[in-house]
């Protein structure tokens, strides 16, 4: 209430509103909640039991391998004593829990924000929408996400995968529209001139050509994708992140840097690999 200048102006109850909002969307809409609650625990338990089952020395084999044919010696090296350090500390599981949630948040961040940013790049009315929408999302702190999460799925990973899409599509859109944008005008041109459709422009000429900035935006959701699973430790999420909370909670901060540490290894090979794909779509193009 403010009364300084003599008269009272009404509180905006948009707090009450919001959870107005979350009631009826969780209480007429909870059959597509379980729906997808199920299908999104049924992928995570695969991939995870998947990456569980091979032998700690062969993903680490097979991760060297890949850094080695794509970035070169020295990321293979350190792709070996990172997770070879990640082992020895007996953080290899909840690293798993935590590369599981990673990939399947991301790949469905970038599913929904590439034909997002597509859209926002070929239509200005669309664009001129998103883009405070975007701002939003971006200026809101992380920790917010994690409270609708929890009425529509329940405690645990879902609700983290949840939270992780949504805090991490931004990046993708904005480069998916910003690559597609800066594609030479001369270029369009000279489409246009041939006879080429509006889908054999996109498909053939702009995104081919804005594959580099497009990366670098997939790069940023994985980068913020890591970070928010390690804050959905909050809600029952598995992984690093909950190894950190728990460190918290007991006060061990020798635990916790432990974790730490290996969050800071994982999210090493994830940027140095997602940079090198970016590079090599660069310099092919």
Same mark, same amino acid.
């Given at each position: ?158 609700? +983290?995968?949840? #939270?992780? !899409? /949504?805090?991490? @599509? ?6 998916? $529209? %910003? ?79 432990? +974790?730490?540490? #290996?969050? !800071? /290894?994982?999210? @090493? ?6 940079? $090198? %794909? ?8």
């Amino acid at each position: 209430m403010s009364e300084s200048t003599g008269f009272t102006i009404p509180k905006i109850e948009l707090g009450d509103w919001i959870e107005a909002g979350l009631d009826y969307l969780t209480n007429n809409y909870s059959s597509v909640t379980r729906a997808i609650s199920k299908f999104t625990e049924t992928g995570i338990g695969a991939l995870n039991d998947a990456l569980m089952w091979m032998p700690q020395w062969a993903l680490i084999a097979m991760v060297a391998l890949l850094c080695w044919r794509l970035a070169g010696t020295r990321l293979a090296i350190g792709s070996i004593l990172g997770l070879g350090l990640i082992w020895n500390l007996d953080l290899w599981d909840p690293m798993i829990e935590s590369l599981t949630l990673v990939v399947i948040a991301t790949l469905v961040a970038v599913v929904i924000a590439i034909p997002l940013g597509i859209l926002a790049a070929l239509s200005d009315r669309f664009y001129r929408v998103i883009m405070p929408v975007l701002d939003f999302m971006q200026t809101m702190p992380a920790f917010v996400y994690l409270i609708p999460a929890i009425p529509f799925f329940g405690i645990g990973s879902v609700s +983290a995968i949840f #939270a992780t !899409v /949504i805090f991490s @599509m931004p990046p993708a859109i904005r480069f998916t $529209t %910003l690559g597609i944008r800066q594609v030479p005008k001369e270029l369009i041109e000279a489409a246009d001139a041939f006879g080429s459709t509006r889908r054999q422009k996109l498909f053939k000429l702009q995104l081919p050509l804005s594959l580099p900035t497009v990366m670098a935006g997939i790069n940023q959701t994985i980068m913020l994708a890591l970070s928010m699973v390690v804050i959905a430790a909050m809600i029952g999420a598995d992984g690093l992140g909950n190894e950190v909370w728990k460190a918290i909670q007991r006060l061990r901060p020798g635990d916790g840097f432990e +974790a730490g540490i #290996a969050v !800071v /290894i994982l999210a @090493m090979l994830l940027d140095r690999l997602t940079q $090198t %794909l970016s590079k090599e779509k660069k310099s092919r193009s």
